[in-house]
């Protein structure tokens, strides 16, 4: 099985930066990918980015330019920096393990923007 656990939420003025890390543990050899997710109050969860094992990414087109998602294979984190933040990135956001046919979540952590 595998366990993910999100960290570095937190609230942030508009034009701003936050970095959330997403540590994996057990299986990880048996991920093929990873990504974050987010939900905002009333709306469904969205996606945001995505890193294959292969090292691919991809972008949800209201985050290009202004989110990067990495990874350190070394510790089994995977990162989301988030730059130029605005009010409308304002969610839960949560960390994604694709494991052969499945998904697994994180617990989620709170980005807030707001002046």
């Known amino acids: 099985q595998v366990q993910l656990v999100e960290s570095g939420g937190g609230l942030v003025q508009p034009g701003g930066s936050l970095r959330l890390s997403c540590a994996a543990s057990?299986?990880?050899?048996?991920?093929?990918?990873m990504g974050w997710y987010r939900q905002a109050p009333g709306k469904q969860r969205e996606f945001v980015a995505r890193?294959?094992?292969?090292?691919?990414?991809n972008y949800a087109d209201s985050v290009k330019g202004r989110f990067t998602i990495s990874r350190d294979n070394a510790k089994n984190t995977v990162y989301l920096q988030m730059n130029s933040l605005k009010p409308e990135d304002t969610a839960v956001y949560y960390c994604n393990a694709i494991v052969g046919f499945r998904n697994v979540w994180g617990q989620g952590t709170q980005v807030t923007v707001s002046s």
């Open positions: 890193i294959t094992s292969g090292g691919s990414t």
């Open positions: 057990g299986s990880i050899f048996s991920i093929s990918a």
